[in-house]
């Protein structure tokens, strides 16, 4: 009767040691989906495109400024994005007349001509030292 007992007892014991293993593993299982299905949720919701904020689609351009967008921390604290009415990124508008004695210059390309990571006042069309002295209206597009 003894071995009998212990028989069944150890069945018992090899019952719970199954089913704790089982109960991990499905924990673990819902865990690791969680997860993932987390982490989908901040890249689709989260984390679109910077562009996206200040630019829109044109058929006959491509993508271009959204007009009077401000941006405070675009590229990061105090770093911000300005464009103005006529989707130059720039603190101000610019009047149709160029004044004279001055030239007009509009720096057009990628992005590192309109100055991602940096503010308005660091692009480089904006801090070349031609464009302080004898030009007017600098236009980052």
Known sequence: MGEFKTSKTMSY?????????????ILFIIE???????MAHDVVKHH??????????????GWVNKPNIY????YGRGVYLKTNSQRFRNNH??????????Y????SGDSH?????????????ISRPY???????HKNG
């Open 93 to 102: 508008d610019f009047e149709t007349a160029v004044p004279k004695g001055k």
């Open 13 to 25: 014991i090899r019952i719970i040691v199954i089913n704790v293993v089982v109960l991990c593993l």
């Open 131 to 137: 464009m302080k002295s004898k030009t007017t209206n």
């Open 104 to 107: 007009r210059i509009i720096c």
């Open 48 to 61: 679109r495109l910077a562009e996206q904020r200040h630019t829109q689609y044109d058929p006959d351009l």
């Open 113 to 125: 001509t309109l100055g991602y990571g940096v503010d308005n006042d660091h692009t480089w069309c």
């Open 71 to 74: 941006i405070p921390d675009m």
């Open 32 to 38: 690791g989906i969680a997860n993932y299905v987390l």
